[in-house]
């Protein structure tokens, strides 16, 4: 049975009252320790990226090797990029959340 036009917007317009609370389920404390150890893996990863990815950018440039010269420069880049997303990354993630929930 073919369903309406006003039934379809009724239903896009349907509000199922779901919203985040904490306690819901077991292992809440749990998960946020893992997500916390992630990120800071994450984080002792990105220094070292960055010291080896510096170490190049200087070997490049005193050896004459224009190629890993520039190799160490995107290494460094990315490097710093990740590390500020992995610093942001909850910040960021508020910031959609709030976002999100102004959305009528």
Not at 11 to 25: N, V
Request: proline residues 4%; without cysteine.
């Amino acid at each position: 049975m073919p369903i309406s036009l006003a039934d379809r917007v009724l239903y896009l317009a349907y509000d199922p009252g779901i919203t985040p609370k904490e306690g819901g389920l077991p292992g809440l404390e749990v998960l946020k320790k893992v997500v916390n150890s992630i990120n800071m893996f994450g984080l002792i990863a990105v220094v070292g990226a960055l010291a080896v990815s510096l170490g190049v950018w200087a070997w490049g440039h005193h050896s004459g090797g224009h190629q890993a010269e520039a190799n160490g420069k995107k290494g460094a880049v990315v490097a710093a990029g990740a590390a500020l997303g992995l610093g942001a990354a909850n910040g960021i993630v508020v910031f959609f959340s709030t976002l999100g929930t102004q959305v009528n």
